[in-house]
Nanobody
Framework: QVHLVESGGGSVQAGGSLRLSCAVS????????MGWFRQAPGKEREGVAA???????AYADSVKGRFTISRDRAKNTLSLQMNSLKPEDTAMYYC???????????????????WGQGTQVTVSS
């Protein structure tokens, strides 16, 4: 059974940084596409970043140049480094697995089949 646990969320001021982590058990993160998503109150879940087994990455335009997705294969952990945070980045952040793709990863929610419980990120102005 796949289990994902996010951590690293918190409250920061605009311009600050946070690093989110997603510990995965029951599945090798080296085997498939992994993604970070976020959902703000009253909004749909948005695909923020994705990474394939060849480390090809994809980002939402709103976070390009500020966020970096990476994986630590030894620890079976996915990370999201978030710099230059803005109030509009405030949301619940989730990690997820797309077990049917290994590269050219999608940021579409419906492709991802296993999810963590989320970690809250709040950015104040």
């Amino acid at each position: 059974q796949v289990h994902l646990v996010e951590s690293g969320g918190g409250s920061v001021q605009a311009g600050g940084s946070l690093r989110l982590s997603c510990a995965v058990s029951g599945y090798s993160i080296s085997s498939a596409c992994m993604g970070w998503f976020r959902q703000a109150p009253g909004k749909e879940r948005e695909g923020v970043a994705a990474i394939g087994v060849g480390d090809r990455t994809a980002y939402a335009d709103s976070v390009k140049g500020r966020f970096t997705i990476s994986r630590d294969r030894a620890k079976n952990t996915l990370s999201l480094q978030m710099n230059s945070l803005k109030p509009e980045d405030t949301a619940m952040y989730y990690c997820a697995v797309d077990p049917y793709r290994s590269n050219y990863c999608s940021r579409q929610e419906y492709n991802y089949k296993a999810w963590g419980q989320g970690t809250q990120v709040t950015v104040s102005s």
